[in-house]
């Protein structure tokens, strides 16, 4: 009953404050205003009230510890929190949070919680059955308590809804209001934790069942292991690396591997999940994941190696580390025989911490993963001599201030790549305004005609059409063109013998297709596309150049004044 009252409370306390962020934020007021400070905020009242909520009812847990987590955590999310939006690049009201470092933060959070709940103060170590209870005790009672919250949100919808039929329309409008929702959703969420921890018996009891079912899933997961590794040296490596992805599919089935193995071990103290003649033979399976994780770090490197790190693959290279602890440490099981996988729990202790290390170094400036991102991109630019293009839209949307920094020093000459090219790139992404707004502030004529090399070349593109890109640039027919990178060719021509030229315009990067336009009075207008058949694929300026006017090979027909345009196979 207590802990009831204290959830409410601080659910209410957390509905109060989210409210006021983000009044703060509609009327940009302080401390909107302060990007650091407003998501160092943000960040500590999402996680402070979830370690309220976790760390309540632990056994033998001490007071102290117990508020010295809440004021660590509290310390801990303010700061990274507040670096996240740093790193982001917050400038004045705008806080560009990168999704991968908040998801990373909330997986750092239930973690590290979890380890800490497991954690024995009187034993000074870690007791693996208390880990475990608690871990998914937790895990069970934030999604019911989502779902909780979801489903109460659904009713108060429908009897809105129902309400306003009839001309009421006060209840509608009220649960609108933004108040009411931060309100509502955090005190219907911390209620929905407390009435679940008061029955946690019956969720234990669920959970076991659900947990012994799907414990006989791993027998027919480690068979395909065993039936893989025993294949792989008559098929070969080369069909694996052909499918560019071997390493995620492979990191995947060992993530099923170990959440299987898991199911069945539970808490070490449930009896052999298996009999006798199965139970070894398992054990025994477990070592064909060792050579399929190898050949997923091998896959991994072979990817490095051929495009460079990015933020992607050293989230991979983190996966495939934990994958490995993984893969050694239940394979260890089968040199001890007292009893089914007893390795299972010092790996997952050690997995654990590992990855609360890793995660916290990718989300902090000991080796912030953007940083890291940006650094190895330009190299990896740097290292073909200019044969490879940077990722502008990465650069300067993806990668937070390393990518602006680093586009600046580009623009400026300075680093790698270098060259007016690349520097004349590096400035059109700085001065886009939006991630789906490709085209500079100001575009001049030099800009048009530069960005659109007429063919044949002797060509000049006509003024009425630099007047009218400048005056619809922002259509989508041009912005691909001018795009950080981008390639746009125009060919100018007399395409239907009426005395005057046509333009055709080679877009979107593939020379094979593009769009016509015709003039229309003083300026011009979209008049059609075309594209082509040619297995070649995009054409090149030379065959650009070399262009002719051809006649139809095959006459429309006309009927009753409707054309018939045939479309021959080629």
């Known amino acids: 009953m207590r802990f009831q009252l ?50 309540q009812g632990i056994e033998r847990l001490p007071v102290w510890a117990r508020r010295a987590a809440i004021a660590i955590y509290l310390v801990l999310y303010a700061a990274l929190g507040a670096y996240t939006a740093w790193a982001g690049g917050a400038t004045g009201t705008n806080i560009d949070l990168n999704p991968a470092s908040v998801l990373a933060a909330a997986m750092l959070g239930f973690v590290s919680l979890s380890l800490f709940c497991g954690f024995d103060f009187e034993a000074r170590r870690w007791d693996y059955a208390r880990l475990f209870n608690y871990t998914w005790r937790n895990g069970i009672l934030a999604v019911t308590a989502g779902a909780m919250t979801a489903a109460v949100w659904l009713v108060l919808l429908a009897g809105a809804s129902l309400m306003a039929l009839i001309g009421l329309n006060g209840v509608l409008h009220l649960i609108e209001e ?47 292991g065993v039936f893989w590794a025993v294949a792989v040296p008559f098929t070969g490596l080369e069909p694996l690396f052909k499918t560019k992805h071997a390493a995620l599919i492979m990191l995947w089935f060992a993530a099923l591997a170990v959440k299987f193995s898991n199911c069945a071990y ?87 911490i590992v990855l609360c290390l890793g995660l916290v170094a990718l989300l902090t400036p000991v080796a912030n993963i953007q940083r890291l991102g940006v650094s190895f991109h330009l190299q990896h630019i740097a290292a073909s001599d200019g044969e490879i293009e940077p990722d502008w839209k990465y650069l300067r949307w993806r990668s937070g201030r390393f990518g602006r920094e680093a586009l600046h020093a580009i623009a400026e000459g300075r680093g790698a790549p270098a060259g007016g090219k690349w520097e004349r790139h590096a400035k059109d992404a700085l001065a886009q305004t939006g991630r789906h707004n490709n085209v500079p502030a100001t575009l001049s004529e030099a800009d048009v005609r530069a960005r659109l090399p007429v063919f044949p070349t002797q060509r000049a593109l006509p003024a009425t059409f630099v007047k009218y890109v400048q005056t619809s640039r922002q259509d989508w027919l041009f912005q691909r ?54 297995s070649e694929g995009k054409f090149n300026n030379a065959r650009v150049e070399a262009a002719q006017i051809a006649k139809p090979e095959w006459n429309d027909l006309m009927i009753d004044g409707r054309r018939i345009r045939l479309q021959m196979n080629p």
């Open 6 to 55: 204290t959830a409410l409370c601080t659910g209410a306390v957390q509905g109060v404050l989210f409210w006021w962020l983000w009044r703060a934020r509609k009327l940009v007021s302080w401390p909107a205003t302060e990007p650091l400070l407003y998501s160092a905020l943000l960040y500590a009242v999402f996680a402070v009230p979830l370690v309220v909520y976790f760390t």
């Open 178 to 224: 933004p108040a009411f929702i931060c309100m509502a959703s955090a005190t219907v969420f911390a209620s929905a934790f407390s009435l679940g921890l008061a029955r946690a018996s019956m969720a234990e009891a669920i959970r076991r069942f659900w947990l012994s079912i799907s414990s006989w899933l791993l027998p027919l997961v480690l068979f395909f």
């Open 266 to 352: 539970q808490d070490g103290c449930v009896p052999a999940p298996y009999p006798a003649w199965l139970g070894r033979p398992l054990q025994a399976a477990w070592l064909s994941l060792l050579p399929m994780v190898g050949i997923a770090w091998w896959a991994l490197g072979l990817r490095v190696a051929d495009h460079g790190l990015s933020e992607q693959r050293l989230w991979a290279g983190l996966v495939a580390t934990l994958a490995a602890i993984y893969a050694v440490g239940y394979s260890l099981s089968w040199l001890k025989r007292d009893r089914w996988m007893s390795a299972i729990a010092r790996t997952n202790i050690a997995a654990a």
């Open 481 to 534: 063109c001018f795009e950080p990178g981008a390639s746009c060719v125009v060919w100018l021509g007399d395409l239907s013998n009426d005395g005057q030229d046509e333009i055709l315009l080679f877009n979107y990067g593939q020379q094979a297709q593009g769009n016509v336009f015709i003039p229309f009075g003083e300026t011009w207008k979209q008049g059609g596309h075309f594209s082509s058949r040619s």
